[in-house]
């Protein structure tokens, strides 16, 4: 069975520059979460969808972040002018429905973004 | 709100000598799920241990934990340290009833360091 995939890898940028990430869940997992990283914390969740749905985008930073799932699969997490403090490593994690979802979360390599 | 508290940022250990990474929470709710989750170098955060039920004791790939209501506590647990258990330890709550919802809090994570 194939993992949760995220790309890039890697990315560098400086500030004011947009940068978007890629996520492809694994097949059948209705729920996919966007996690940030910062260093030397723990992922803090900054948006998770059901099918298509947004079920709490309550700490994306709106004005610069935003998250889509537009057919219930993939994800992409944008950020439209990236600040040095966005500088994390971005997860995405994945889990199949259920009542206890969040029990079963299967978490991407994630994406490293540094802000200079 | 919610949170999770680890207090030791990095723990080294000799081989063979038994683990303990402290983990407490705070919720108001008595509807708490506790996770360990476990972050090798170059792999994915995976699941390791999970549980509901006050004071019992649940046990995967030689670690344990239980979970304490009464002191809010959910200490990972191992008999004998091995070099391959080197890596990152996320203690994470959930209180699917609360506001958390169906997400998880995650503490700030302990490195683990084997040395032989």
């Known amino acids: 069975e194939a993992g949760v995939t995220q790309s890039p890898r890697y990315a560098v940028l400086q500030e004011g520059q947009a940068v978007s990430f890629w996520c492809d869940p694994i097949?059948?997992?209705?729920?996919l979460y966007w996690y940030q990283q910062p260093r030397d914390q723990g992922p803090q969740l900054l948006v998770y969808?059901?099918?298509?749905?947004?079920?709490?985008n309550s700490q994306l930073p709106s004005d610069r972040f935003s998250a889509v799932r537009p057919k219930g699969t993939n994800s992409t997490l944008k950020i439209q002018s990236a600040k040095q403090g966005d500088t994390a490593t971005y997860l995405c994690?994945?889990?199949?429905?259920?009542?206890?979802?969040?029990?079963?979360?299967?978490f991407g390599h994630g994406t490293k973004l540094s802000v200079l | 709100g919610d949170s999770v508290t680890q207090k030791e940022g990095l723990v080294t250990l000799t081989e063979g000598l038994p683990v303990m990474l402290n983990c407490t929470y705070q919720t108001i709710y008595s509807n708490a799920f506790l996770f360990w989750y476990v972050h090798y170098l170059n792999e994915s955060p995976r699941l390791l241990l999970k549980s509901s039920t006050d004071n019992k004791r649940t046990e995967h790939q030689g670690f344990h934990a239980t979970l304490h209501k009464s002191s809010s506590s959910f200490h990972l647990q191992k008999s004998s340290a091995q070099l391959s258990d080197s890596a990152l330890y996320y203690c994470?709550?959930?209180?699917?009833?609360?506001?958390?919802?169906?997400?998880?809090?995650f503490g700030i994570g302990t490195l683990l360091s084997v040395k032989p």
């Open positions: 994690a994945s889990s199949p429905s259920g009542q206890f979802s969040n029990e079963r979360l299967f």
């Open positions: 994470a709550l959930s209180d699917l009833y609360g506001s958390s919802g169906n997400k998880l809090i």
């Open positions: 097949s059948g997992h209705d729920t």
């Open positions: 969808f059901r099918d298509e749905a947004v079920i709490d």
